[in-house]
Nanobody
Framework: QVQLVESGGRLVQAGGSLRLSCAAS????????MGWFRQGPGKEREFVAA????????NYADSVQGRFTISRDNAKNTVYLQMNSLKPEDTAVYYC?????????????????WGQGTQVTVSS
């Protein structure tokens, strides 16, 4: 069992930066691929970024490519999402999630552990 706790969300102005963290409990963190998803007001939850268990491969949604960077520190059981050049449309609750495997990392249905989410609000 893995428990995930996100932090770092807050109100920020457009063009600003934030770094989200997701701390995982349990000794098997390094076995999981990790993903970040978000759910904006009135929208469905959508994929943002993912990283394989060793950090060697990453995936990004087109909407965040070049602005967001996902990384992980397996020694600290933590995955990060560095968000730069934030836009009002990035406003959402951001969730981290964990899954096994290397494929279909953009598919939220494959993720078996989810955090509670952290609110990011970008003002114009």
């Amino acid at each position: 069992q893995v428990q995930l706790v996100e932090s770092g969300g807050r109100l920020v102005q457009a063009g600003g930066s934030l770094r989200l963290s997701c701390a995982a409990s349990g000794r098997t963190f390094s076995s999981y691929a990790m993903g970040w998803f978000r759910q904006g007001p009135g929208k469905e939850r959508e994929f943002v970024a993912a990283i394989t268990w060793g950090g060697g491969n990453t995936n990004y949604a087109d909407s965040v490519q070049g602005r967001f960077t996902i990384s992980r520190d397996n020694a600290k059981n933590t995955v990060y999402l560095q968000m730069n050049s934030l836009k009002p449309e990035d406003t959402a609750v951001y969730y981290c999630a964990a899954r096994y495997g290397f494929s279909r990392l953009t598919d939220l249905n494959g993720y078996i552990h989810w955090g509670q989410g952290t609110q990011v609000t970008v003002s114009s």
